[in-house]
Structures are given as structure tokens and as C-alpha cells.
């Protein structure tokens, strides 16, 4: 099993950028997707979910609003659009594969992608 995140890179403050996670190696639709960050010195934290349909998402509340996760079970990919991004959103982003619904904790995903650099420049 693979997930490949790409998309990260550097951009000024309120602008936007797109991740997406391609997954290889398992049946895509089984699975919720999330996508984690993890900022220098910091833990890791949970950023947004969405089921295996694409019906249901949910969102931390720091980018609520502001950002939106979806997939396309027909590519085996998810996606990020992160728009009026923040210095505070720079981190190291992380998508992630689980088959336990509804779930925030990083113990309970089974698969991990390598992760992709989002830097936002004040």
C-alpha cells in the first residue's frame, strides 16, 4: 500500500494552494481519508476527514471555511484545497487511510502518506 502526497510548496499569505494524495495497493473506497499536519516543535494534529463516499467531511475549526477536502474514488485520490492560508498553516502535511469511521486520532489510521511541505509566508 501506497500514499503519495504532493501539491505542498511556498505561498504568501492568503493565497492558496491544492494537496493531493494518490493511493495504490488497496481498495480506495473501504477506506475514510483524513489529512494531519505537523508543524516544527509540534504535534501532530488532525486537519480534515471525509468518508468513502464523499458525503460526509468534517474539519478542525482552524480551517473551517477556509479549507476542503474531497476524493475521487474513480482515481484513488484525495484532495486538499487550502485557500486563504495563514502563516499558522505552515506545516509538513500528512493524508491518511482508516477504516474505523468517524475518527480523529492518528493511532486508529492503518496507512500514512510521506507527507508534502506547506510553507505560508506572512
Known amino acids: 500500500v501506497q500514499l503519495q502526497a504532493s501539491g505542498g510548496g511556498l505561498v504568501q499569505a492568503g493565497g492558496s494552494l491544492r494537496l493531493a494524495c494518490v493511493a495504490s495497493g488497496l481498495n480506495f473506497r473501504a477506506y475514510t481519508l483524513s489529512w494531519f499536519r505537523q508543524a516544527p516543535a509540534s504535534e501532530r494534529e488532525f486537519v480534515a476527514r471525509i468518508g468513502w463516499s464523499g458525503g460526509t467531511t468534517y474539519y478542525t475549526d482552524s480551517v473551517k471555511g477556509r479549507f476542503a477536502i474531497s476524493r475521487v474514488n474513480a482515481n484513488n485520490t484525495m484532495y486538499l484545497q487550502m485557500n486563504n492560508l495563514r502563516p499558522e498553516d505552515t506545516a509538513v502535511y500528512y493524508c491518511?487511510?482508516?477504516?474505523?469511521?468517524?475518527?480523529?486520532?492518528?493511532?486508529?489510521?492503518?496507512?500514512w502518506g510521506q507527507g508534502t511541505q506547506v510553507t505560508v509566508s506572512s
Open positions: 491518511a487511510a482508516g477504516t474505523v469511521r468517524g475518527v480523529t486520532a492518528g493511532r486508529l489510521y492503518k496507512y
